[in-house]
């Protein structure tokens, strides 16, 4: 026996797997279960009883359970086909304080480089959905509509008058002036959804948790952009984070290497980070510093932060650097 629909005292009865179960109520009461004719053929519930009367029905009232009592199923080897009354069905749907659900977006990504075609769907058909871009006025929702540059779009469903909360979702056309290589292995568990999380001009917050940040874990991350032609450069940096309590620790240093054939680099520039691993709290930094300098390809590296401290519950292992956006001005 078991719950579909929670909360409504109603158990859906199913071929039992045991000869005999008992439950022992908090009232004092008992109810036992019986299977008759059990063997490992015989597993089709022919009939059911409850304290000695037929029961007709396919489910058990939690009201009927706690007074106590006795339940038979009789089993055979071949189904009951006969059919089956409407009334004795057991309900699963909520007819009472309806709410209609909210729509969602059907998109491969909420990031894109050149233009994003939007759909947006609902677990209801009928549903009528409205959405607006930017703040700016509602719309009925036809067909899949397409987007070239970054924005806001809000949605909300409306079924027979009721209308469902609004849902936001924020769309990010990533620049396609530059590309990313990187040349330490990302940790499986936090990719950020690819090499081009780096370099999307989206940052993270200090929840490293939201699956914005990359990780690389036991070793120093290396990686090269292409910015696809010579162009004068004012600013590198590359954001960081750190939380010692899950491993994640700044790294050491970040260096800069420049270069105008993708082979031959010289240091651009180098930091050092200043914040101690003592400051256990979660938190992020940008890294970098001002520069003057004309080339096509940069490399950045940063040193791992090194093993986890004495006074670390797990002293000694190895840290995570946690990268999200390598920052080129």
Same mark, same amino acid.
Request: charged residues 20%.
């Given at each position: 026996?078991?719950?579909?629909c929670?909360?409504?005292?109603?158990?859906?009865?199913?071929?039992?797997?045991?000869?005999?179960?008992?439950?022992?109520?908090?009232?004092?009461?008992?109810?036992?279960?019986?299977a008759?004719?059990?063997?490992?053929?015989?597993?089709?519930?022919?009939?059911?009883?409850?304290?000695?009367?037929?029961?007709?029905?396919h489910?058990?009232n939690h009201?009927e359970?706690i007074?106590?009592g006795?339940?038979?199923?009789?089993l055979?080897?071949?189904p009951?086909?006969n059919?089956?009354?409407?009334?004795?069905?057991?309900?699963?749907?909520?007819?009472?304080q309806?709410?209609t659900p909210?729509?969602f977006?059907?998109?491969?990504?909420f990031?894109?480089?050149?233009?994003?075609?939007?759909?947006?769907?609902?677990?209801?058909p009928?549903?009528?959905?409205?959405?607006?871009?930017?703040?700016?006025?509602y719309?009925?929702?036809?067909k899949p509509?397409?987007?070239?540059?970054?924005?806001l779009?809000?949605?909300?469903?409306?079924?027979?008058?009721?209308?469902s909360f609004?849902?936001?979702?924020?769309?990010?056309?990533?620049?396609s002036d530059?590309?990313?290589?990187?040349?330490s292995?990302?940790h499986?568990?936090?990719t950020a959804g690819g090499?081009d999380a780096?370099?999307?001009?989206?940052?993270?917050?200090?929840?490293?948790? =939201?699956?914005?940040?990359q990780?690389?874990?036991d070793q120093?991350?290396?990686?090269?952009?292409?910015?696809?032609?010579?162009?004068?450069?004012?600013?590198?940096?590359i954001?960081?984070?750190?939380?010692?309590?899950?491993?994640?620790?700044f790294?050491?240093?970040?260096?800069?290497?420049?270069s105008d054939?993708g082979?031959?680099?010289s240091? =651009?520039?180098?930091?050092k980070?200043?914040?101690?691993?003592e400051q256990?709290e979660?938190?992020?930094?940008?890294?970098?510093?001002?520069?003057?300098?004309?080339?096509?390809?940069?490399?950045?590296? =940063?040193?791992?932060?090194g093993?986890?401290?004495?006074?670390?519950?797990?002293?000694g292992?190895?840290?995570?650097?946690?990268?999200?956006?390598?920052v080129?001005?």
């Amino acid at each position: 026996i078991y719950p579909v629909c929670p909360g409504t005292g109603t158990y859906i009865l199913g071929t039992p797997l045991f000869d005999r179960v008992t439950i022992h109520l908090e009232n004092g009461k008992s109810f036992t279960f019986l299977a008759k004719n059990k063997k490992k053929d015989q597993f089709y519930v022919s009939s059911t009883s409850l304290n000695g009367q037929s029961y007709k029905k396919h489910y058990l009232n939690h009201s009927e359970l706690i007074k106590g009592g006795q339940f038979e199923f009789n089993l055979s080897g071949k189904p009951n086909l006969n059919k089956i009354d409407d009334t004795n069905l057991p309900e699963t749907k909520i007819s009472e304080q309806l709410i209609t659900p909210v729509p969602f977006f059907s998109v491969s990504s909420f990031k894109f480089k050149d233009q994003l075609s939007v759909s947006i769907g609902s677990p209801i058909p009928e549903a009528t959905y409205y959405f607006q871009i930017n703040k700016g006025p509602y719309q009925i929702y036809l067909k899949p509509f397409v987007i070239d540059t970054s924005c806001l779009i809000s949605t909300y469903s409306v079924i027979n008058g009721i209308s469902s909360f609004t849902v936001n979702q924020q769309f990010y056309k990533v620049p396609s002036d530059k590309t990313i290589t990187i040349l330490s292995k990302v940790h499986p568990m936090y990719t950020a959804g690819g090499a081009d999380a780096l370099i999307d001009g989206i940052k993270g917050n200090s929840n490293w948790k =939201a699956g914005e940040w990359q990780s690389y874990f036991d070793q120093d991350f290396e990686a090269v952009i292409d910015l696809k032609q010579v162009r004068e450069l004012h600013y590198l940096g590359i954001d960081v984070l750190q939380d010692v309590s899950p491993w994640i620790v700044f790294p050491k240093e970040v260096q800069f290497f420049s270069s105008d054939d993708g082979i031959h680099y010289s240091l =651009a520039g180098q930091v050092k980070n200043t914040i101690p691993v003592e400051q256990k709290e979660s938190q992020t930094q940008e890294l970098g510093l001002p520069i003057s300098i004309r080339t096509r390809y940069i490399k950045v590296k =940063a040193l791992s932060g090194g093993p986890l401290p004495e006074w670390h519950e797990s002293k000694g292992n190895p840290t995570h650097l946690f990268i999200d956006e390598i920052v080129i001005n």
